[in-house]
């Protein structure tokens, strides 16, 4: 993206700080008591099998949600900065945010102007040659492959130069190559000093990615680990034993 | 990479991204026709349904030509209110919308204007068709037709979008939007469908008329204000 698009340096933050957070939907607690901390050019993992809370969890990062109970903190930002913050929180979902119907430029154009771009034309070309879709820029997404639409999703998310990029179940449904892709990608994101916390499942493709790792199990944190090394088998080690301290 | 020293961004003006949304919901529609075809097709049958039953020997009864029309707009409403938010929560880009750093009333009155334009879409289609079944005379005024018809697709248009938003994430939100909206907008329904009758009457009454469409524009007013001051808080959590 040009550098006239980025956002203001005011408004940005470091760091990201999770204090006691809870959260429940109606009687059901779906997050208890998590706290983390995530720093510039890292990458947490958030770790648990479906529904232990990962996204939920996102939500709440992204701003979409609200806590029930403890805070979040960006940088010695609250969560209340409303859109000055969510100018500097990127999102790639397992649903990837596109409109089928409209093509590949058009989807870009659309959330650079939303984000206030001023040159949401050049910002989109830009972003689709990172994606390696130049040739394919004016074509429908929906007529996309999920490994393309992947691509495009994440250069949406990153359009407009997010500090902050939540990234719920990325490799779902990537091919070797794509997933790949994906993983170099993120590493170049995190040199280039974004905070980058992915929800997900996939063990295998995580394993020597993440500089850091928090297991969720029921909502509740089940252990914290830096430079996890042998996702699985810590991963199994952690989802057997009783739940106690999220220490690691 | 794209975050490291960074100059301003430029805030996303509320005109400007009212502006996008609509641009964006109406390339939407014209590239897959889904709403606009369903709607029309839906509205047109009420129209032809009620037609063929009530109309005997060319004569229609009194007040049913007003009648028929706002009940195959409010029920063809209902299809478009449904169908433009669902198209929303299928690839989640709502949560886009409002993930973005824009005033979130303006995304609303975006995708209000959206269902106007659809909605003023089949009544162009709707009102020569009850004029000419129900030999109603509706163009005899047009420009108090014309008054009262956007006036009533306003308010309609104003409660549906929100309650439609509201319900997107809700499962049975095709059952729940029908039960929230209609008692809602009966005061919105009866002063059309008043309003419109008082314009079919032989010896027409501007006072009348000036009445349903002042109560009209109040109605509006009322909506289009909630509406901006809730939506906020309705798609916060």
Same mark, same amino acid.
């Given at each position: ?55 939920? @969890?996102?939500?709440? @990062? ?91 999703? @994440? ?94 | ?110 995708? @209000? ?125």
């Amino acid at each position: 993206m040009s550098e006239a698009a980025r956002p203001s340096a005011a408004l940005d933050f470091t760091d990201i700080t999770v204090d006691e957070v809870s959260r429940s939907f109606g009687r059901r607690r779906a997050l208890s008591r998590v706290s983390f901390r995530a720093g510039q050019g890292q990458i947490l993992g958030i770790l648990g099998p479906n529904g232990a809370g990962k996204s939920t @969890l996102l939500g709440i @990062l992204a701003t979409l949600l609200r806590p029930t109970s403890g805070r979040v903190r960006y940088g010695s930002l609250g969560d209340t900065q409303g859109a000055s913050l969510r100018a500097r929180i990127g999102v790639l979902g397992h649903d990837l945010f596109l409109y089928p119907e409209l093509t590949a430029r058009e989807n870009l154009e659309f959330f650079a102007g939303l984000h206030g771009l001023p040159e949401a034309g050049h910002a989109a070309d830009e972003a689709l040659d990172r994606a390696g879709l130049g040739a394919r820029g004016d074509d429908p997404v929906s007529t996309f492959s999920r490994g393309m639409r992947q691509r495009v999703a @994440l250069e949406r998310a990153l359009i407009h130069g997010p500090r902050l990029l939540l990234l719920d179940e990325p490799f779902t449904g990537l091919d070797d190559a794509s997933a790949s892709a994906l993983v170099a990608r993120l590493r170049d994101l995190r040199r280039g000093g974004a905070i980058l916390i992915v929800a997900t499942h996939d063990l295998e493709i995580a394993d020597r990615l993440l500089d850091h790792a928090l297991f969720l199990r029921d909502g509740r944190p089940a252990a914290s680990i830096a430079q996890p090394e042998r996702l699985r088998a810590t991963y199994q080690d952690v989802m057997t034993r009783p739940l106690g301290g999220a220490g690691s | 990479m794209t975050t490291g020293a960074v100059p301003r961004l430029p805030s996303t003006p509320f005109a400007r991204t009212v502006w996008m949304v609509l641009r964006k919901d109406l390339t939407v529609e014209m590239r897959s026709g889904e709403i606009a075809y369903t709607t029309l097709f839906f509205a047109v049958s009420c129209v032809l349904i009620f037609a063929f039953a009530l109309v005997k020997e060319g004569r229609a009864p009194d007040g049913g030509a007003a009648g028929i029309l706002w009940i195959a707009i409010l029920f063809a409403s209902t299809l478009a209110l449904g169908r433009t938010f669902e198209r929303e929560r299928q690839a989640e880009t709502l949560r886009a919308l409002l993930l973005a750093p824009v005033p979130r009333p303006a995304i609303y009155v975006g995708k @209000l204007l959206g269902i106007i334009a659809l909605l003023a879409a089949a009544e162009v289609v709707l009102l020569p068709l009850v004029d000419f079944l129900f030999t109603a005379r509706l163009f005899a005024h047009p420009a108090w037709l014309i008054g009262i018809v956007v006036t009533c697709t306003i308010g309609l248009a104003a409660v549906g979008t929100l309650f439609a938003a509201m319900l997107v994430r809700t499962r049975s939100r095709d059952m729940l939007l029908p039960v929230l909206l209609y008692p809602v907008v009966v005061p919105v329904i009866i002063a059309g469908v008043q309003g419109t009758s008082a314009l079919l009457q032989p010896a027409f009454d501007v006072a009348v008329v000036r009445f349903w469409l002042l109560l009209l524009v109040t109605f509006d007013v009322v909506f289009v204000v909630l509406a901006l001051w809730t939506f906020e808080a309705v798609m916060s959590d």
